[in-house]
Structures are given as structure tokens and as C-alpha cells.
């Protein structure tokens, strides 16, 4: 069974940048999940995809933007970077369909610094 | 006043201690809740998962979860220097898809 996997490991990028974080889902799964980690903090809801649509989304703007493709691998897009977006991001799949399967596995992240 | 209120520590314990770990919550309509392991600059690693109250127990881990108070537990028993990580709770509605994260607990375990 293949787990979460998410590239790059690292990034820096300046502020007002945009980037591109990528997520392959754990074999099986059909559902992802992005979060949004600084430093010292729990994870924080960014938005899901399920069947290639957005699912529920947080807190966040709209400068944060998504895409699931077709095998189930996803994207997350961050237009006009600030500083404040600087955290690990990660990704989680999981299986919908309630119950235990619904359980989240989360890739190691990808950690972005903004200068 | 935030969904899910959990101590960040630090804790530290000598190595064979038992560990209680424990977060609270406001919404009543929670009802899976996860503790997960992060090691330092990794990704969280799920432990343990449990539906509505009860107790749960996998090895040397022990989750517990009382609705009532809207209190979640983890204990560690014979904590190894290998359990020294983050410890977050996370929680769920059972028809929502977001889940909530407490904002975790570092724990040392001391040889």
C-alpha cells in the first residue's frame, strides 16, 4: 500500500509569488484534504476535494485554490503570497463514505517559507 | 473561544511513566475523534480513532472519550524516549468533512 506522498519537500518563495504544492493520495483513496500548519500550531482546514470538486472549505481566501485530477492526486495553488502564509502544508486522503473510513492519513508536507 | 482547546505543554516524563495527554471541545455535535503522533517537521501519524464515548485500547495506548463533559484523553503507558513527538486530538462531526485539530502537546520522554 503507497502512502501519501506530497512535493516538494521545501520551497522558498517572495512575497506577492504564486505556488504550487502537489499530493498523491494513498492507494484507494478517492477524497483529499489540504491543511495549513504554522509553526507551533495545529493543523487548520484549508478546503477537501472529493470526485474532483471542492468539498468544504475553511477559513481561508480565494487566493488559495485547488484541483483533484482524475487518479485522485490533487493540488493546491497560493496566488499573492504573504508572509504570514509561511507554515507545513499537508496534504490528507482518506476514503469517503462515513465511518472509519473516513479517517485522514496525512503525507509529510511541504514546508514554504515566503521572504 | 476555539473548537478544540488542547494544554501545548511542554511535558516531559521519565521513561516508563504514564502519560495523560487530554483536550476539550465546545461542539456538542462532534462525534469521531483521532489522536494523531507528529514527530518534529514530519507529517501527523495516526494512533488512535474512536466513534462517539467510550474507551479504546491499542498496546500501550488508551483513548478515552466522555461526551458528556466533552473531554478527550490519551494515556501512554511505559512511555518509551521513542513517544518524545507532538500529540494532537482532532475531531469531526459525523456528517461533516472538516476535521478539528487541537493545537498539540510536545512531550519528552527522558530516558
Known amino acids: 500500500e503507497t502512502g501519501v506522498t506530497q512535493s516538494p519537500t521545501h520551497l522558498i518563495k517572495t512575497r506577492g509569488q504564486q505556488v504550487t504544492l502537489r499530493c498523491s493520495s494513498q492507494?484507494?483513496?478517492?477524497?483529499v484534504s489540504w491543511y495549513q500548519q504554522a509553526l507551533g500550531q495545529g493543523p487548520q482546514f484549508i478546503f477537501q476535494?472529493?470526485?474532483?470538486?471542492?468539498?468544504g472549505r475553511g477559513n481561508f481566501p480565494p487566493r488559495f485554490s485547488g484541483l483533484q485530477f482524475p487518479n485522485y492526486s490533487s493540488e493546491l495553488n497560493v496566488n499573492a503570497l504573504e508572509l504570514d502564509d509561511s507554515a507545513l502544508y499537508l496534504c490528507?486522503?482518506?476514503?469517503?463514505?462515513?465511518?472509519?473510513?473516513?479517517?485522514?492519513?496525512f503525507g509529510p508536507g511541504t514546508r514554504l517559507t515566503v521572504l | 473561544q476555539k473548537e478544540v482547546e488542547q494544554d501545548p505543554g511542554p511535558l516531559s516524563v521519565p521513561e516508563g511513566a504514564i502519560v495523560s495527554l487530554n483536550c476539550t471541545y465546545s461542539?456538542?455535535?462532534?462525534?469521531?475523534f483521532m489522536w494523531y503522533r507528529q514527530y518534529s517537521r514530519k507529517g501527523p501519524e495516526l494512533l488512535m480513532y474512536?466513534?462517539?464515548?467510550g474507551n479504546k485500547e491499542d498496546g500501550r495506548f488508551t483513548a478515552q472519550v466522555d461526551k458528556s463533559s466533552k473531554y478527550i484523553s490519551l494515556f501512554i503507558r511505559d512511555s518509551q524516549p521513542s513517544d518524545s513527538a507532538t500529540y494532537l486530538c482532532?475531531?469531526?462531526?459525523?456528517?461533516?468533512?472538516?476535521?478539528?485539530f487541537g493545537t498539540g502537546t510536545s512531550l519528552t520522554v527522558i530516558p
Open positions: 492507494s484507494g483513496h478517492n477524497t
Open positions: 490528507a486522503s482518506s476514503l469517503a463514505g462515513g465511518g472509519a473510513r473516513d479517517t485522514q492519513y
Open positions: 482532532a475531531m469531526r462531526e459525523n456528517t461533516g468533512n472538516q476535521f478539528y
Open positions: 474512536t466513534y462517539s464515548s
Open positions: 461542539n456538542s455535535a462532534f462525534q469521531y
Open positions: 476535494y472529493y470526485r474532483e470538486e471542492e468539498n
